[in-house]
């Protein structure tokens, strides 16, 4: 049987840095709404800006792991090479993980950030720069999420081009992988999100979970409008594709995503979302909100993307064997 060469090091890698890139693309989308000058949804933004760095970086520790020599990863920064997926997605997480540390940065509060410099020694190299820049930075909150959000996108993406890179596994070769993991990401970003929200104490905003239902509810949807071609196109393809697509069909990956992906990963709180947001589809009222459903289905959402993560990854690789 065939060792796969990824294992749950790039798995693991995959879905975090899909998940901050969809955590930020979201955070962003409720900065840049305005609402009297102000963003529309602040609570969320705040949240997701600071909660936005930290998948992505701990993604990108775990997969210098996967190099062998891990001590090396440094060479992945010192040339770039168009050509090579590897070398653009190590100088996009980079540019990515950068912009979220500087965003979440402009989010803290004065006395956050009075607090955090406070840990630091006064002859700390740029303290005192760092002080002065929040109030400009506050002001830049907007044009900051202008600028994270071809970045976000380009995460979310890449990590489905990765994939399809490699051209002997006839599973991964289609764009519509890309795609698949993209709404993936953003899905998993708006569910962490939710989860997020719900767990914070305090009154619930209406307005705010309105915003992230419809968003998931239409990003849920796209993913199901997604995997039906990903299914027919194999179906239509190459014999190769067809054998590939065989493993998730009645092969040895076909309970982890029918079963673990696809109906409650995607269904499940698909139906749970739509359930709350009855109220507003019949036009009877306000979105209904039951924080175990809510706390159900945004937790279903990122467990079915760590799980689609999964099965592209091993029966990605399976593919290109017998």
């Not at 693309?25 to 000058?37: H, I, K, M, N």
């Not at 994939?163 to 596994?169: F, N, Y």
């Not at 698949?180 to 999100?193: I, K, M, N, Q, R």
Request: charged share 15%.
């Amino acid at each position: 049987m065939h060792e796969p060469v990824w294992e749950f090091l790039i798995v693991n890698y995959l879905f975090l840095g899909g998940l901050s890139a969809g955590i930020f693309f979201v955070s962003a989308l409720c900065t840049w709404l305005q609402t009297d000058g102000q963003a529309s949804y602040p609570r969320i933004a705040r949240t997701g800006a600071l909660l936005a760095p930290w998948p992505v970086a701990l993604g990108s520790f775990l997969l210098i792991f996967d190099l062998g020599k891990w001590w090396r990863f440094w060479k992945l920064f010192a040339t770039f090479r168009w050509e090579s997926p590897m070398s653009i997605g190590s100088w996009l997480l980079m540019l990515f993980t950068g912009l979220t540390l500087l965003n979440a940065y402009a989010w803290l509060s004065e006395a956050e950030r009075t607090r955090l410099f406070a840990k630091l020694p006064a002859t700390f190299p740029g303290r005192q720069r760092l002080l002065a820049l929040h109030p400009s930075l506050t002001a830049w909150r907007r044009n900051l999420a202008m600028l994270g959000f071809p970045l976000a996108v380009g995460v979310g993406i890449y990590t489905g081009v990765l994939l399809g890179a490699v051209q002997a596994r006839p599973f991964w070769n289609t764009n519509l992988v890309a795609q698949l993991f993209l709404f993936s990401a953003l899905s998993t970003g708006t569910a962490a999100l939710i989860l997020a929200r719900m767990l914070e104490k305090g009154d619930k905003d209406l307005a705010e979970f309105r915003f992230l239902y419809t968003l998931d509810i239409c990003l849920i949807a796209l993913e199901c409008f997604i995997v039906l071609p990903y299914l027919i196109h194999g179906q239509l393809s190459s014999l190769a594709v067809r054998e590939a697509l065989d493993l998730i069909l009645g092969g040895r990956y076909t309970f982890a995503f029918w079963g673990l992906f696809l109906v409650p990963g995607l269904l499940a709180p698909l139906a749970i979302e739509l359930w709350e947001f009855r109220p507003v589809l019949l036009g009877r009222g306000t979105l209904h909100i039951t924080r175990n459903l809510a706390l159900a289905a945004a937790g279903l959402v990122i467990f079915g993307g760590y799980v689609l993560r999964y099965v592209f990854v091993f029966a990605g690789q399976a593919s290109g064997f017998k």
